[in-house]
């Protein structure tokens, strides 16, 4: 199913999932991912971006509903023990505003990139 799901994209865009997002899923379900991956951590750790996803986005003010903070992990575990389907509601809700956030974390970082290049290009 994810293999069907993930056939519709063209690429992948993460933050720190080359370290653990992506190497789970594929030994964790025994499939291979070989779309092209962007990994918003070191790109964010290249322009002065340091820190875990929360504190990127804390630095670029970006904001997010006050019942959507927190760690995942926890939701995650509170569903599993209790089969409370409003914990999972909130783990998908948690992480589309992630998938929001890294949207733009990643035109910052391309457009910081963008005028770097820029400025080694012209400045010569």
């Given at each position: 199913?994810i293999?069907?799901?993930l ?14 997002d992506l190497p ?13 991956h962007?990994d918003?951590?070191?790109l ?8 875990g996803l929360k ?11 006050s019942?959507?903070?927190g ?13 409370d ?8 809700e ?12 990643m ?16 400045s010569?």
């Amino acid at each position: 199913m994810i293999e069907k799901e993930l056939s519709k994209y063209k690429i992948i865009v993460t933050f720190n999932g080359s370290s653990f997002d992506l190497p789970k899923l594929q030994k964790e379900l025994k499939i291979n991912i070989s779309l092209p991956h962007i990994d918003l951590k070191p790109l964010c750790v290249n322009g002065g971006l340091k820190g875990g996803l929360k504190e990127v986005e804390a630095i670029l003010n970006l904001k997010r509903p006050s019942h959507l903070h927190g760690n995942p992990v926890d939701l995650w575990r509170a569903f599993h023990a209790s089969g409370d389907k409003e914990y999972l509601d909130l783990l998908i809700e948690y992480n589309a505003e992630d998938i929001e956030n890294l949207k733009a974390i990643m035109e910052h970082v391309y457009k910081k990139k963008s005028e770097k290049i820029y400025k080694q290009i012209y400045s010569s």
